[in-house]
């Protein structure tokens, strides 16, 4: 990583997005996951169970960075994308998420912070949470957390 002081990204946000929550993909993604409940799978039992769309599986919301287009606030880090590791993916669902809505989010860096590694070196470690908001109301719908790692340089 090339920065003179880590905790100098904290704050870094990337451009806002925005992200519609298509029922054909919630529907793809959940038959990938295995999962069975109908609310996921079928409109007419989602409805029938108070919901306006598919219920989106829990996890969903990781499919949203690959659309994200802005600029990505991870970018000023400068990794060395071969020492890169992902090491935690954390959701908080404020209410459900459901095919239909569609929602906007600032990705920012919340935490960095650097360790000694076990077989030498510095490890640098990287948080960057998204807090998806229903883009008419503002309303939160899922917070995003990401800590991702850079392993020290081969010795």
């Known amino acids: 990583m090339a920065i003179d002081n880590v905790t100098d990204l904290v704050g870094e946000r990337g451009d806002s997005e925005t992200w519609k929550v298509e029922e054909g993909k919630v ?30 599986p829990p996890t969903f919301a990781m499919a949203s960075t690959f659309w994200m287009r802005g600029t990505a606030p991870l970018r000023k880090a400068e990794f060395d994308r071969k020492r890169v590791l992902h090491g935690e993916q954390e ?45 008419d109301s503002g309303d939160p719908v ?10 020290a340089p081969a010795k």
């Open 91 to 135: 959701f908080v669902c404020h209410k459900p998420l459901v095919s239909g809505m569609v929602l906007e989010g600032v990705p920012e860096i919340v935490d960095v912070r650097q360790k000694e590694g076990k077989r030498g070196g510095m490890m640098t470690f990287v948080t960057t949470e998204i807090v998806w908001r229903e883009k």
């Open 27 to 56: 529907r793809e993604f959940a038959v990938a996951l295995g999962f069975d409940d109908p609310r996921c799978l079928d409109l007419e039992a989602a409805r029938a169970a108070g919901l306006d769309g598919l219920l989106a």
């Open 142 to 151: 899922v917070s995003t957390s990401s800590t991702i790692l850079e392993t």
